[in-house]
């Protein structure tokens, strides 16, 4: 790959485009080497752009310019000038037709973006910037144009070509090949566009909207997976029908596909009306799918199909705003889960992977804002902090506003901009104009970078019966030495009485006590601020940010025997998770900081607490899993100055069989009282129970003097009838290297050979090992028939959960992760970019280590900066991170 200009993109430098595109015709031959794209456009000049540009500059990579044709007439080349980025033609008229025929090579494009092969598929995946590698365009998301696609192609190896919107006409050609012609009557951005061509089978199901259109749906697989599709058609009208009845959103089009690809480098795309989707978020059967990818299908399937209005339907005028559709999105699909699920377990998994990985972005060198600035590869934005701080922050004017306030600012939305492409401001706007609230200052979630901190203190006056809260908020992202403004956080809060933990009526000084609410969501916008409550004459046990009300890290005031209480006690299911985890990382944390001049023991009050909780009558089986999940290894990462992730899996190990010792009977009992007999069912009951019983297989094994767990872990592994129940048990045979473990790892790779999906646990399981062989055994099962280092699910199965997963182990102090992950890059880069600089983010943290991984780390950044002909995405993360 040759070294590509590294300039930065700014916000700040934004003009609308010089020129708008009413429609697009796209006849596209295809053929694996040579494919040609002739495509048709009508332009004309923006009356809105700041200077009335004649010059015509369109995007286009890695093409070979065949033939360009204005209002019809030839142009040779002294008629327009090409570089490596755009072709320019120097003076077009007000409205003019442009002919542009390219011959693109999908067979040899490996970065999996513009017009590519998987298996024996064509596929596209053009957002971000993909469509300009398909053909010359102004590719940018405020041009929006009507699209009309003809595809060709050879009919025996080709029989069904896809793309955008409704089939308009078909039909056999002569020397063996078809054709099929589409359109599209919703103006789209150009990244929104897709094709697909290959031989799939067709799962399909009748949907009519609440007004009444019908609609087809149809998840398009290839032949051997056609019985895995249910679930995912099931998911999709699932989905359908809650945005109806929750935003009173409608699908627009008579059919809406779904086809599954095998090369991808993300988990999906929205293409309209032509979802283009990793397999692994589509196919599912009990026998190679775990619950948790039945969850996922479920609400990738969702996420994508609720882009059709966040996103489709109203886009983002440029990729700053990206937050504008996928924020809000992620907001909207972790609504829908809550809805058709259990909302507590719900909230508790997006904070948990909010702080295993949006904090400690947030707090590196990598963090930015949830609309950024400036970019020098966009795909390096497709960032947990535009995803789920996002999220988080439309999830604080919903707690802010109110649900109903909320869906009218909603509605405002869609009706005010539907068609348009649209900033952060439009959706505030909206929101401003349904509340009547000035949303001003509470804009600045969109501008600061950083987690802020709330420092929370309380004073209790038994006399005056006054309970006094003062919070102090601190908003300091990396490298800056000034905190950043103040923030508006929605504080959520309740005071319990400590005895009968019943909440108290919280009344404010100056309020008068009828009616005073059990519940409250305090507005902080100030640096400190002090709450005065009155009519409290003992000490509550203060119930703070219930719920997770904003995106912030508190420093509690509760003492450990408090957050023990809680831990057992809060009403909030949120805030009585949240208890169990602070307790466990003050324990943990200091542990490891203790070592080695001071052995773990790890208190008795925190297994008496743990063995309350576990035997917790109101705690149904999922919530009782995440109630005894002790904090993984990452997150006490971020917890630990100088952090040692050695010294923090031993204290969690020696933890963790000090449990599985003292509370052998509960969890044995726990195990036989969750069992599922019966049929392999996906409802939110069987999967709870199927998870409480694997964590009891899983915790029982922890304690290496257990043999009959290693039994039990074993026959159930021989026994089941799923793979949720397989994984259960051979996952901690694995990782805690019972002899056991290698017979069932041989069989069942000889079971799933062929099965890529099922494999790719098979590799992960094993990267995933905290063993001394664990680097060894990758590098060889990198040499596995199976693998495929080309192949994005493969690379993040073994080579990402290593790298990325495995902390304990890429962390070896010798640096020898470290070492192998530069290696990689050195390989992966020039073929997929996007996937090597996703991995280079498992270094970017270098400054949270102790000074000897500290330094490995960085001489593995110095070396990836210095590599030559090093991509821009890659080039941005490791060169910031050294910044
Ligand atoms: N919008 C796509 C992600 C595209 C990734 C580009 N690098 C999927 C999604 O967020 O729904
Ligand atoms: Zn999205």
Redesign the pocket.
Known sequence: MSDKPKEITRLADYTPPAHLVETIHLDVHLDETETLVASRMTLRRNPDAPTNQRAVRLDGRELELVEIRLDGAPLSTAGYTLDSEHLTLPDAPERFTLEITTRIHPETNLSLEGLYRSRGLFCT?C??EGFRKITFYPDRPDVMARFTVRLEAERVRYPVLLSNGNLIESGALENGRHFALWEDPHPKPAYLFALVAGNLSCHEGPFTTASGRPVTLQIWVEPENAERCAHALASLEKSMRWDEERFGREYDLDRYMIVAVNDF??????NKGLNIFNAVYVLADPETATDSNYEDIESVIA??YF?NWT?NRITCRDWFQLSLK?GL?IFRDQEFSADVGSRPVERIRDVQSLRAFQFPEDAGPTAHPVRPDSYMEI?NF?TTTV?NKGAEVVRMLLTLLGKETFRRGMDLYFARHDGQAVTVEAFLDAMQTASGQDLGPFSRWYRQAGTPELTIRQQHDPDAEVLEITVMQQCRAHGQSEAGEPLVIPLAMALLDRDTRAPLPLILEGESPENAPLERVLEVTRPVVTYRFKNIPRPPLASLLRGFSAPVKLNSPLSNDDLALAWGADNDPFNRWDAGQQLAMRILVEGARALPDHPFATPDSFVAAFAATLTSPDLDPAMKSLAITLPGIGVLIEAMPEADPGALFTVRESLRRRLAHDCRDTLLALHAANLTPGPYRVSGEAIGKRTLKNFMLGLLLADPDNDLAARMAADQVRQADNMTDRMGGLVPLVHTGRPEAEELLAAMEHRWRDNPLAMDKWFSIQAMAPLPDTLARVQRLMSHPAYNPRNPNRIRALVGTYCRGNLVCFHDPSGSGYRFLTELIRDLDPHNP?IAANLVGALTRWRQFEPRRREAMRQAIDTIVTLPGLSRNSYEIASKSLA
């Open positions: 995946q957002e971000a480098n993300s988990g999906a795309m929205e996420h994508e882009h996103g996928e999105t795909n497709y995803y996007q």
